[in-house]
């Protein structure tokens, strides 16, 4: 006992001689912040069954940050993001956290990917107190897990909201099915639909699920055609969708699909052909191919910095967040730690980076531009606009 | 219900077929050398490839690409047994078995490192559309699929029954000492059974990309089917087609009764079963274990 004291002793004497020595040079608060650079990580699918969102995710957030490094940074300071694979698998989500916020000492996390990934470091990043800035997955967990957790777009819940008042109202079908991946990302929507249908004294026909990675989906099909459902509601990313419409149509099974966000990208429309031909999805940000001086920049950037990639939802997704990160970086000014970082997200009111949807942040509001929707659908192999910006509900999942 | 049923079993059996092929390819390598291939697997993605590149950066016709992908993928099996495998074939078996793990992890990662890792479309000559026949729903996907099948194993059954070469593979399969003797290059037997082995992935490859998209981790379909091999006996060949298609048509009506979890883990649970109950597999003969 009393050698573990004199050791501790010790070590806290040593601790305290490096704090004395270090107070001359110019150090800043805060891990991964330093007098020309902050340094920021998250955690990607870049080779696993989302590596599509994965790799374009992290090419439009890097097309802003090449742009805002080129002109000379912000505040001085240059924008470094590390990015490691996670694979779209939990475990390694954790141990690639750790390594960043441990071995690279990041500043924050930002635009980490995947909402079952990153609910895995969920409690990991509270404990270490580093804040989770707009991660990309917008499950409503990100918009009500209090102060370190900021999200940015509509969430799956409120858009499965919006999908259940399209179809009981609009389209008149009383018969819908949720076909949904079993995890949070999944069930965010599913249950947020399962309410929403409470509220019109209705309920899901059929309840199916299927794992991440799973590509299979000729027996979730079987049970969708046998409970006659007249829409499917895909909670789920891009491989789905085509795939379970294909193993359907070959079972003379022809439902309206209709899903979240994750649905709308290209790949989609790639992967299914003229199985996704009117394949309806929720958009909770303008198309790559709107008009905007928003959208005119990112074109020019992406094609500047990935000439490889061309303009998709996907990098889009990662070029907003990283545009809205930058705007934080500004408003926070020089004197930038995680404290006044958060406190400039909150700051940000009705702000429109140039194309007409505006974020607010404030309070108790994680959701930035959170109430804004609308619906696209396949039609000719693109995605095409089917209605103007609805606002959103917030949607509950009770 | 019957309809609903028979489609799941028609679709569980153009799977299970696939499955088969790839645990063919197993079984046959392990027969003739003794070695379990693990990159097997790999040759179905790398085929898959193969022909992506001939039919969209080529536009190539599909028959060609087809036959050419079987050819090419031959070549790589080849290239692996004599680059990997031969030169450690008198090291202990975990040595080889390991240097074929490591082999699919570089064909993986090459794949990767060329192509991205990002799904991509096979385009397929047979249709996806559904046709009706009694109670029987399917597609000519599924019907071109077990039918090619099918037909593979067939001339692989006539190759080894009738050819010289054929007889002279399953003689070396027997005993190599005897096989020698009789005047068998086993060497060149050796190498003769890894380019079938790959050809037969590569027919796998080029039929079930187009269904469950390619990508650099598509070889991983091999570990189901080394499950089927080993539900059917490891070192039977009747073994491997029967485990393979019987895996299949489980996972589709595990799926289809159960959920998605049960589906996942129907294969192993089944696999399981079966070796507590007969310990060498439907097919194979029980392991005698001499005191």
Redesign the interface.
């Given at each position: 006992m009393k050698r573990l004291l004199s050791s501790a002793g010790a070590l806290a004497g040593l601790i305290g001689l490096l704090v004395v020595l270090n107070g001359g040079a110019p150090t800043w608060a805060e891990d991964g912040v330093t007098d020309k650079e902050v340094i920021i990580g998250a955690g990607m699918d870049l080779t696993g069954a989302v590596a599509n969102w994965g790799v374009n995710i992290k090419a439009g957030m890097e097309a802003v940050f090449d742009r805002v490094n080129d002109a000379g940074g912000v505040h001085g300071r240059k924008i470094k993001l590390i990015a490691y694979d996670h694979v779209y698998q939990p475990p390694k989500a954790v141990t690639n956290a750790k390594r960043l916020v441990e071995r690279d000492k990041v500043f924050v996390m930002m635009g980490h990917l995947g909402t079952p990934t990153t609910k895995a470091i969920k409690e990991y990043l509270e404990e270490k107190q580093v804040p989770n800035i707009f991660p990309a997955t917008l499950a409503s967990m990100w918009t009500t897990s209090g102060k370190w957790h900021v999200g940015d777009l509509a969430s799956y819940a409120d858009q499965t909201w919006l999908i259940i008042d399209y179809l009981v109202n609009e389209r008149k079908i009383k018969k819908i099915a949720s076909f949904y991946q079993d995890d949070e990302y999944g069930l965010d929507g599913h249950l947020a639909g399962k309410a929403r249908l409470k509220q019109y004294e209705l309920a899901y026909v059929a309840e199916v699920d299927y794992k991440r990675a799973d590509i299979d989906f000729s027996s979730q099909a079987a049970k969708l055609k046998e409970s006659g459902a007249e829409a499917v509601i895909v909670q789920a990313v891009y491989r789905e969708p085509p795939r379970l419409a294909e193993q359907c149509h070959a079972i003379g099974y022809y439902p309206q699909f209709i899903g979240p966000g994750p649905i709308v990208v290209n790949k989609t429309i790639e992967l299914g052909g003229k199985h996704v031909e009117g394949l309806i999805g929720v958009e909770v940000y303008p198309l790559p191919t709107d008009p905007g001086p928003f959208l005119d920049l990112y074109r020019a950037d992406m094609k500047k910095y990935f000439p490889g990639l061309p303009p998709d939802t996907t990098n889009l997704y990662g070029y907003q967040k990283a545009a809205l990160f930058v705007e934080a970086l500004q408003r926070t000014g020089r004197n930038l730690t995680r404290d006044s970082l958060l406190k400039s997200i909150e700051s940000i009111k009705d702000w429109d980076p140039g194309w007409g949807l505006k974020y607010s942040y404030g309070g108790d509001n994680r959701r930035g531009m959170s109430r804004v929707g609308r619906l696209v659908m396949v039609k000719n192999g693109k995605w095409t606009k089917m209605s103007q910006w609805i606002e959103l509900k917030e949607g509950g999942r009770r | 219900?019957v309809?609903?049923l028979t489609?799941?079993v028609v679709?569980?059996l153009a799977?299970g077929c696939v499955y088969a092929l790839i645990a063919l390819g197993f079984v046959l390598i392990f027969k003739a050398t003794d070695v379990v291939n693990f990159a097997q697997g790999e040759f179905v993605m790398a085929s898959g490839f193969i022909s992506y590149t001939l039919l969209i950066r080529f536009e190539l016709p599909y028959w060609l690409v087809f036959l050419a992908t079987i050819a090419l993928s031959g070549i790589m099996g080849v290239a692996l047994e004599r680059v990997v495998v031969r030169p450690i074939m008198t090291a202990p078996i975990f040595s080889i078995v390991i240097a074929t793990i490591g082999a699919s992890i570089v064909m993986r990662s090459s794949a990767?490192i060329l192509y991205?890792?990002?799904?991509l479309?096979l385009p397929t000559i047979f249709s996806?559309?559904?046709i009706?026949w009694g109670v029987l729903?399917?597609?000519l996907?599924?019907a071109g699929v077990i039918g090619s099948s099918l037909v593979i194993m067939v001339v692989l059954y006539l190759f080894f029954k009738l050819t010289k070469t054929g007889t002279a593979m399953r003689a070396t399969a027997q005993s190599q000492t005897a096989a020698r003797l009789m005047g068998v290059s086993v060497g060149r037997i050796f190498s003769l059974t890894w380019a079938i082995s790959a050809g037969i992935g590569g027919v796998a490859g080029v039929l079930i990309a187009p269904i469950?998209?390619l990508?650099?981790?598509l070889g991983f379909i091999g570990v189901k089917a080394f499950a089927g091999a080993i539900l059917g006996g490891f070192g039977s060949i009747p073994g491997a087609i029967v485990g393979g298609m019987l895996l299949g048509i489980l996972?589709?009506?595990?799926?289809?009764f159960f959920?998605?979890?049960i589906?996942?883990v129907s294969t192993y649970i089944l696999l399981i079963l079966v070796l507590v109950v007969r310990p060498g597999g439907l097919f194979g003969a029980a392991p005698i274990r001499r005191v």
């Open positions: - | 219900m309809e609903i489609s799941q679709s569980g799977t990767g991205g890792y990002d799904v479309p996806k559309d559904p009706h729903n399917f597609t996907m599924d469950i998209y990508d650099p981790n996972e589709n009506l595990s799926g289809y959920n998605a979890g589906k996942q």
